[in-house]
């Protein structure tokens, strides 16, 4: 059974970071995988995709040069770290395991994770 557990959400300050942790479980790694986000009243919105490999990488018109994804295939975990957070950056985040289709659409993935808060707040 594929299980996805994301960690690392907590309160940060406007202008801080934070790494958060995706770890896969009951699949092989030979998939690609992305992160969304959703906050209160809003849809799932793309965040940044990474290959199985590691490259390409691909990242939402918000996020791009602030965030960064990563994978560690051995250890079967994905990362993203956030740098220069805004308030806006505040959602929960999910990671997916890509199975097709257009990386940015939360449809093409089918496996989630329960997500993890990330609330950026003075």
């Known amino acids: 059974q594929v299980q996805l557990v994301e960690s690392g959400g907590e309160l940060v300050q406007p202008g801080g970071s934070l790494r958060l942790s995706c770890v896969g479980s009951?699949?092989?790694?030979?998939?690609?995988m992305g992160w969304f986000r959703q906050a209160p009243g809003k849809e799932r919105e793309f965040v940044a995709h990474?290959?199985?490999?590691?490259?390409?990488?691909f990242y939402g018109d918000s996020v791009k040069g602030r965030f960064t994804i990563s994978r560690d295939n051995a250890g079967n975990t994905m990362y993203l770290k956030m740098n220069s957070l805004k308030p806006e950056d505040t959602a929960r985040y999910y990671c997916?395991?890509?199975?097709?289709?257009?990386?940015?659409?939360?449809?093409?993935?089918?496996?989630w994770g329960q997500g993890t808060q990330v609330t950026v707040s003075s």
């Open positions: 997916g395991l890509y199975s097709g289709g257009d990386y940015y659409l939360a449809s093409a993935y089918h496996y």
């Open positions: 009951g699949t092989s790694v030979m998939y690609g």
């Open positions: 990474i290959s199985f490999s590691g490259a390409p990488t």
